[in-house]
């Protein structure tokens, strides 16, 4: 488990530089959440910004070559999986409590009413979210590498619409949103768990994948 930790490290110090800019990128999502009057948008921005910005790891790969290095260290191929992984879920975690200060410092300053249930539905959406795109975009990296790849970055929102249209169509499908919906205004409490759970569901998931595609790809 060192060794996974360790690896987590590692891609921290390779990502510094792009660290710095995802400091600059959240300060722009509070921009925007002042400019508009709306606190709850910082949320959407700052999480779509963390997606991007946990993707760029690969982008710190390709260009510097590290997948050779991690060919010498001793880091089986499932431990360097979990350990990208980790490192995702760091990044999401971390964006996750910043914003969900932010929010409630800038509804204050803006005199904004604060709503208990409106940020906590946005908080888990953007959680779930997150979870959803690095579950997509990971094991595409993995198997195409970056450069190759990046395109693939617009899939997740493409998935989540198509998902929506669906969901539209079936009646019977919205009417258990709805319910969905009415049993969390009445256990706000509960959004965030369920929103943790669904994205731990989404990574495992991908994890999985990842290490089978990263398998193959080495034979």
């Known amino acids: 488990m060192s060794r996974v930790f ?8 390779s990502a510094k530089t792009n660290l710095r800019i995802g400091v600059i990128m959240f300060a722009v999502s509070i921009l925007l959440g ?14 779509m910004f963390a997606t991007f910005l946990s993707g760029m790891i690969f982008s710190v790969d390709d260009k510097n070559n590290i997948h050779k290095l991690y060919g010498i260290l001793p880091l089986k191929r499932y431990e360097w999986v979990t350990a990208r ?37 946005f908080l888990g959406a953007a959680l779930i979210y997150y979870c959803f795109s690095v579950g997509v975009i990971y094991p595409v990296y993995i198997r195409l ?4 790849a990046y395109i693939f970055t617009m899939l997740p929102i493409a998935l989540i619409g198509v998902g929506v249209m669906f969901a539209a169509r079936r009646t019977e499908l919205s009417g258990s949103i709805n ?3 009415g049993f969390f205004s009445s256990n706000q409490s509960l959004i965030l768990i369920f929103a943790l759970c669904v994205g731990v569901v989404c990574l495992t998931v991908s994890v999985l994948i990842a290490c089978t595609i990263y398998r193959e790809k080495e034979l």
């Not at 002042?34 to 999480?47: A, E, G």
């Open 145 to 148: 590498s970056f450069s190759k």
């Open 34 to 47: 002042v400019l508009t009057k709306r606190p709850v948008l910082i949320i959407i921005y700052n999480m």
């Open 179 to 181: 319910g969905l919906m």
């Open 85 to 121: 992984y980790l490192y995702a879920a760091a990044i999401g975690f971390i964006n996750l409590a910043l914003v969900a200060a932010a929010v409630l410092i800038v509804s204050n300053v803006l005199d904004a009413p604060f709503d208990r249930l409106t940020c906590f539905t």
């Open 6 to 13: 360790n690896a987590v490290k590692l891609d921290f110090y």
